[in-house]
């Protein structure tokens, strides 16, 4: 069955990082990006990365946002640092064959919170 | 990267046609065929309905159909049903490896 299954949700303080997982089932080799959905808000394109581990990401988010791949786990990480309660999130992971998000993981929540 | 511009709200009655405009610019909807549209019920992880500006994936009915013209997407749903009522988002390449969604649209089925 082809499923993206995330990791559980997270509270932080302000000033933290948070790492979020994405185990693949059912394929492997994709491009994966990732979305967050801000609570009330829209949906946010945060960047990707590819089977080689290169990776492209939102200029917002460019200096505190790393994502990696663990092949052997069919894994992907999203980790986002220098919290802030604007970080407070829905974090989706995506896979994208060619030009759509076409399987996407059930969502982590991030709340970061003093 | 500035969000792309989706109407706050949709409404039609059943068996009714409503279409979602999605404005960019001619650097991201203007530039490429590379606009998707995706269905989002509240609390859910959003679902692909268009890619490539017209495409369906498999399984999506042909109720919904994509457009674009100029900087301008447009996703139309026809005979509208109860369970289209949802939150419609559009999303474009737009170059260098970046991508933008819009703001979003609720559909509300009268």
């Known amino acids: 069955q082809v499923q993206l299954v995330q990791s559980g949700a997270e509270v932080k303080k302000p000033g933290a990082s948070v790492k979020v997982s994405c185990k693949a089932s059912g394929f492997n080799g994709y491009y994966m990006h990732w979305v967050r959905q801000a609570p009330g808000q829209g949906l946010e394109w945060m960047g990707w990365i590819n089977p080689k581990n290169g990776s492209n990401y939102a200029q917002k988010f460019q200096g505190r946002l790393t994502m990696t791949r663990d092949t052997s786990a069919n894994t992907a990480y999203m980790e986002l640092g220098r919290l802030t309660s604007d970080d407070t999130a829905v974090y989706y992971c995506?896979?994208?064959?060619?030009?759509?998000?076409?399987?996407w993981g059930q969502g982590t929540t991030v709340t970061v919170s003093s | 990267q500035s969000a792309l511009t989706q109407p706050p709200s949709a409404s039609g009655s059943p068996g009714q046609s409503v279409t979602i405009s999605c404005t960019g610019t001619s650097s991201d909807v203007g530039a490429y065929n590379y606009v998707s549209w995706y269905q989002q019920y509240p609390g859910k992880a959003p679902k692909l309905m268009i890619y490539d500006v017209t495409k369906r994936p498999s399984g999506v009915p042909d109720r919904f159909s994509g457009s674009k013209s100029g900087n301008t997407a447009s996703l139309t749903v026809s005979g509208l049903q109860a369970e289209d009522e949802a939150y419609y988002y559009c999303?474009?390449?737009?170059?260098?490896?970046?991508?933008?969604f819009g703001t979003g649209t609720k559909v509300t089925v009268l």
């Open positions: 995506a896979r994208v064959p060619a030009w759509g998000m076409d399987v």
């Open positions: 999303c474009s390449y737009a170059g260098s490896n970046k991508f933008v």
